[in-house]
Structure formats: structure tokens, C-alpha cells
């Protein structure tokens, strides 16, 4: 089984600030994780995937999530926020090896305040 | 690459009628698709997973009457919401992947479905 918990429906940063979005995940085998993106009636945008390689992943945009299997968290964080980030943003998870169902979390909406 | 789209876009029906959604991949074969649902501030919700030429694999709970999945070529799948109710109202989502590889799905950008 897997599951994977976001905290925070809601975030909101200025404009230039750090983005940190948290994502926590739980799974009775080593997982891959993904971090999405959705824009307003959109689909969804991959910006980034872990998938038992180097544990600090490097994604597009300029985020990036740590993998930290102590405590089970794959945080997304962005260190100056652009008004063009304002969206929402899903963690999920499959078990590694990829061939299995994806898990998403509920999502958190990021807004940038000017 | 690895470019999905949907049509349409957004669709308002009369209850009691059928909708199709198309899911084609522009740029690669997918071997396997998948449907989701998207309810208003919610997560994604697997519908179904398809292979070319092969049924639809449901996830629990999905009616597979209701939403018929076709996957004919390895570019084109289709969802049709048979006999559409208010409560059918949602975003559908397709995405796509090679042979099965959920870690590698390129997703499309949506559909509105409205049932009046």
C-alpha cells in the first residue's frame, strides 16, 4: 500500500521568497516520487521524479525535491518564488520499478503575492 | 515531444445522453493510457487503465458500462460516458506512457465535462 500526505491546502509566499511545499510520503516498498504542476483547466506538467537515483532531484523551473527516506518527506522548494508559479502542485507516488498505479496527494495551491 | 491532447476541451450535454472524449498521443505510440477523474479541489482519481487492442483494465468502483474505454491504435483512446448524469459533471484527464510504465506518463490537458 502507499499513500502520500500533503501539508497545506494552501500556501502562499511573496513574490522572491522561498517556496517550500511538503510532501510526505508512506509506502512498504522503496517508492518513486513525483512532484506535478496544474495550471487552471490544464493537465498535468511532470517537473520532477525520484526514482532511486541521487536523492536531491533537480527539475524544471528551478525546483527541486529531497528525497529523505528518515522521514519518509519529498519536499519540493524553490528558492525565490516567480508569479508564474502561482498553480497547483501534486506529490505522488508508485512503487519503484514504475509499473504500478501512481498515488497523488490532494494538492496544494500556491499563491505569489507581488 | 511526448505530446498528448484531448478533444474536446470542454463539453456541456443533456442528461441522459452520450459523451466521447479522444486522448491521442502527437508524437509517440502509447502502448498503454490511462483516464482520470478530477473532482473540483480534489486529487486525480484513476478511472482506468487501457492497452492497445486489448480492454480496459477498471479500478474499483468505476462502472465499466457507464465509461467505456476503447484503445484501437497505439494514438488514439477514447472514454465515452454513456447515458450522462449531473454527478458525471467533472475533469477528465488522459494520460499516456509505453508499455505500462506509470512512472512515464505524459498527460493531457483535460476535459470539462458538464452535464445539465
Known amino acids: 500500500a502507499q499513500s502520500v500526505t500533503q501539508l497545506g491546502s494552501h500556501v502562499s509566499v511573496s513574490e522572491g521568497a522561498l517556496v517550500l511545499l511538503r510532501c510526505n510520503y508512506s509506502?512498504?516498498?522503496?517508492?518513486?516520487l513525483f512532484w506535478y504542476v496544474q495550471y487552471p483547466n490544464q493537465g498535468l506538467q511532470l517537473l520532477l521524479k525520484?526514482?532511486?537515483?541521487?536523492?536531491l532531484v533537480k527539475g524544471i523551473n528551478g525546483f527541486e525535491a529531497e528525497f529523505k527516506k528518515s522521514e519518509t518527506s519529498f519536499h519540493l522548494t524553490k528558492p525565490s518564488a516567480h508569479m508564474s508559479d502561482a498553480a497547483e502542485y501534486f506529490c505522488?507516488?508508485?512503487?519503484?520499478?514504475?509499473?504500478?498505479?501512481?498515488?497523488f496527494g490532494t494538492g496544494t495551491k500556491l499563491q505569489v503575492i507581488p | 515531444g511526448a505530446v498528448v491532447s484531448q478533444h474536446p476541451s470542454r463539453v456541456i450535454c443533456k442528461s441522459g445522453t452520450s459523451v466521447k472524449i479522444e486522448c491521442r498521443s502527437l508524437?509517440?505510440?502509447?502502448?498503454?493510457m490511462f483516464w482520470y477523474r478530477q473532482f473540483p479541489k480534489q486529487s486525480l482519481m484513476l478511472m482506468a487503465t487501457?492497452?492497445?487492442?486489448?480492454?480496459?483494465?477498471?479500478e474499483q468502483g468505476v462502472e465499466k458500462d457507464k465509461f467505456l474505454i476503447n484503445h484501437a491504435s497505439l494514438t488514439l483512446s477514447t472514454l465515452t460516458v454513456t447515458s450522462a448524469h449531473p454527478e458525471d459533471s467533472s475533469f477528465y484527464i488522459c494520460?499516456?506512457?509505453?508499455?505500462?510504465?506509470?512512472?512515464?506518463?505524459?498527460f493531457g490537458p483535460g476535459t470539462r465535462l458538464t452535464v445539465l
Open positions: 494520460s499516456a506512457s509505453l508499455a505500462g510504465r506509470y512512472n512515464e506518463q505524459f
Open positions: 509506502s512498504s516498498v522503496p517508492p518513486y
Open positions: 525520484y526514482t532511486s537515483a541521487a536523492t
Open positions: 505522488a507516488v508508485t512503487p519503484s520499478g514504475g509499473y504500478q498505479k501512481v498515488t
Open positions: 508524437d509517440f505510440q502509447a502502448t498503454t
Open positions: 487501457s492497452n492497445e487492442g486489448s480492454k480496459a483494465t477498471y
